[in-house]
């Protein structure tokens, strides 16, 4: 084994041994300071763990091209290629053309969204025809998961270029609703008192934040539009149908109901 492959496996084994140390360091330093930082504010932590998930992974990206940089650079073959491409401004030019167009744009979009924060880790978002949780932001892609449990992978662009909308800043919970008819000669104020009394204490809700309001009003049907609050990992669709049967149950028993 000649001197240079010899040097070129010390070299790579040390800045490996690098990496892994200032991750590990990097990691624990963060989620001490994540840790105090939720005690106090636990939206600033969230914030802030979303900017982190991002930066660490380009500061590990940076710390790894240099590494194979610096074995490349112990071969005089590929050492004379990585000066050439440095000393040329026309690489160089091509190099920052290239970051604008392909999907090496998806790094600055995953930047500029770190720091805008229009969403978050753990937020409930919709982007384009896509509504889940976003689960992890890596330098090129967004995953998200559906109520479905699918894992939907968004290219950070489409970040920056499509409305995002987002159900958890300023209002973290999940929203259970069902419509009922009733007749146009009910007693409107009884038959809300019916519904909020049916669900209000639906299991996994917000008791306190469970509401009835008055919809649509037809001919001869009036339409009570009944929601109540959960979690951010409420099962929606199993709450829902809960809500619906009981707020049926409760203004069938009443005679309420529109025929």
Request: hydrophobic share 50%.
């Amino acid at each position: 084994m000649s001197d240079q492959t010899t040097r070129a496996i010390v070299t790579g084994v040390a800045w490996l041994a690098a990496i892994i140390v200032l991750r590990f360091v990097l990691n624990a330093a963060f989620a001490r300071y994540e840790r105090r930082l939720a005690e106090k504010d636990s939206f600033e932590a969230a914030r802030w763990r979303t900017t982190y998930s991002i930066l660490v992974k380009v500061v590990i990206a940076i710390v790894v091209a240099i590494g194979i940089w610096n074995v490349l650079s112990i071969f005089p073959a590929t050492n004379n290629i990585a000066k050439a491409m440095l000393a040329s401004s026309a690489v160089i030019a091509l190099f920052a053309g290239l970051a604008f167009s392909t999907p090496l744009a998806n790094l600055g979009s995953g930047l500029l969204v770190a720091f805008s924060q229009p969403l978050r880790l753990g937020d409930r978002v919709t982007i384009a025809d896509h509504t889940g949780f976003v689960e992890s932001m890596t330098l090129i892609y967004t995953t998200l998961v559906t109520d479905d449990a699918r894992r939907v992978f968004i290219p950070n662009t489409q970040l920056t270029t499509n409305m995002i909308v987002n159900r958890t800043i300023k209002d973290p919970r999940r929203a259970i609703t069902g419509r009922f008819p009733v007749s146009i000669d009910t007693p409107i104020p009884e038959a809300r008192e019916v519904l909020l009394g049916a669900i209000g204490d639906l299991p996994g809700t917000h008791e306190e934040h469970a509401r009835v309001i008055v919809g649509e009003i037809g001919d001869r049907t009036v339409w009570l539009e009944a929601a109540a609050y959960g979690p951010l990992d409420a099962d929606v669709v199993a709450l829902s149908s809960e809500l619906r049967e009981r707020g049926l149950v409760a203004l069938r028993e009443r005679g309420f109901l529109a025929n």
